[in-house]
């Protein structure tokens, strides 16, 4: 059977009804006032508009549109200033909240990055379109430039940047998660989760169903069944759980969950040649949901891809830190909630398997690595910190050492020198 903690991110693409329009800005119909056309070789394209810096420019492009429905709006830009703010306009009439848009600054003018356009302290605008000709206009509203790249108006199912969620938004999302994952989402922890500090983790069937570590929310989009049981422990600084069972005859599971109340680290170990499919251990669970200024926000994949394509060995994406000994992997998944399933390969020795993962807050790559490596017939897997231990633990920087033996049982040493014998299930 496949051993995997489910590697979870509202990813860039999903089941999508409604076709997407791209409108590159460059191929402006009309411009109310002075504009430029810029080659920019990090642009859809090479080419953005700029150069509009008046109250009151306004640029209006053409677009024709194939099936009516609601879509949502994305645009592409590049802002050096730390933010602009544009109206904007469908077939001449201003769209609904987006009256007084703000656009955060991207860092230069040569970082293009994308927003999906959201009414103020709600989610996602939701703009009616007809099919045939159409024109789209933004106007400037105060008297900064932007290095406007495209507009793609597209359904609201495709995630093309991290976006705010509604009220009813969260409540459709969290209606797509397994019970107990959409209590934690929506209400907290309760008695059998395991909860300390800004860290908590409810668990269904013995295997982890969601987790929250301060303002990321993270879930398993699927109930899981295996027979397994866990207990929590607490060897202070840190808690603990643990996680064993026996899938089949011959094989076996061990996972600890390992915390000190601002951030964790997830470790898996098995034995047997199906315990991880194709020798990779897939998952750890990544962000769904991080709260910004209050609101509720889906994540979209975004760099990760980039990032994953590009073979990383350690890969953080809002608080989330994944360290591999190999280039990590990943897979673009659709269902009622998008997901990326992340592979990376664990170490190996003989038939037992590891891998590990560390969520919490972003310090330094230094800081947040993890490492694992072969010990004769163990498997260690420690936190690598280069700093004294009190130094570390002021700032939460759990350090720990995990001796896996070829037993599956573990040794459990924390930084005040504390052990814990786990004994193989």
Not at 83 to 107: A, I, K, S, W, Y
Request: aromatic content about 6%.
């Amino acid at each position: 059977m496949r051993i995997a903690l489910a590697l979870l991110l509202a990813a860039s693409v999903a089941s999508a009804d409604l076709p997407s329009i791209t409108i590159e800005a460059e191929e402006y119909t009309e411009a109310g006032g002075q504009v430029r056309v810029l080659d920019r070789p990090a642009a859809s394209g090479g080419k953005c508009v700029s150069y509009w810096e008046e109250p009151g420019v306004a640029v209006t492009c053409a677009f024709e549109v194939a099936e009516a429905g609601d879509y949502c709006l994305t645009l592409g830009y590049a802002l050096q200033w730390p933010d602009t703010r544009r109206e904007v306009r469908v077939d001449g009439e201003v769209v609904p909240g987006l009256e007084d848009v703000l656009l955060p600054g991207t860092g230069t003018w040569a970082d293009f990055g994308a927003i999906t356009l959201a009414a103020p302290g709600a989610g996602r605008a939701r703009i009616p379109l007809t099919a045939g000709p159409h024109t789209l206009t933004l106007t400037n509203i105060d008297s900064r430039g932007l290095a406007w790249d495209y507009a793609i108006f597209h359904d609201p199912a495709t995630l093309l940047a991290d976006v705010p969620l509604s009220d009813a938004e969260l409540a459709v999302f969290a209606e797509a998660l397994p019970a107990t994952a959409r209590r934690l989402l929506l209400d907290g922890p309760a008695e059998g989760d395991l909860a300390l500090g800004d860290v908590a983790l409810a668990f269904s069937g013995g295997m982890m169903q969601a987790l929250r570590v301060g303002d990321v929310f993270l879930a398993v989009p699927r109930d899981v069944e295996m027979p397994v049981e866990w207990e929590h422990h607490r060897v202070e600084p840190i808690a603990l759980a643990t996680i064993s069972g026996v899938p089949e005859a011959g094989h076996a599971l061990r996972g600890v969950v390992v915390t000190n109340g601002t951030s964790f680290v997830t470790i898996m170990a098995g034995i047997g040649e199906n315990t991880m499919s194709d020798d990779r251990a897939s998952g750890i669970p990544s962000p769904l949901i991080v709260w910004r200024n209050g609101r509720p926000w889906r994540l979209a994949l975004g760099a990760m891809e980039q990032k994953l394509g590009q073979g990383e060995r350690v890969l953080p994406i809002d608080g989330v830190v994944i360290s591999a000994n190999e280039p990590l992997a990943g897979d673009l998944l659709s269902g009622p909630i998008p997901w990326v399933q992340i592979a990376w390969p664990p170490i190996i020795a003989g038939d037992l398997k590891v891998a590990a993962a560390k969520v919490g807050p972003p310090l330094t790559p230094a800081d947040t690595r993890i490492e694992v490596h072969a010990d004769g017939e163990d498997v260690v897997v420690r936190s690598s910190v280069d700093m004294p231990p009190a130094l570390a633990q002021f700032y939460g920087i759990p350090q720990f050492e995990v001796r896996v033996h070829p037993d599956v049982s573990m040794t459990i040493t924390t930084d005040a020198g504390e052990t814990l014998e786990l004994r193989a299930p």
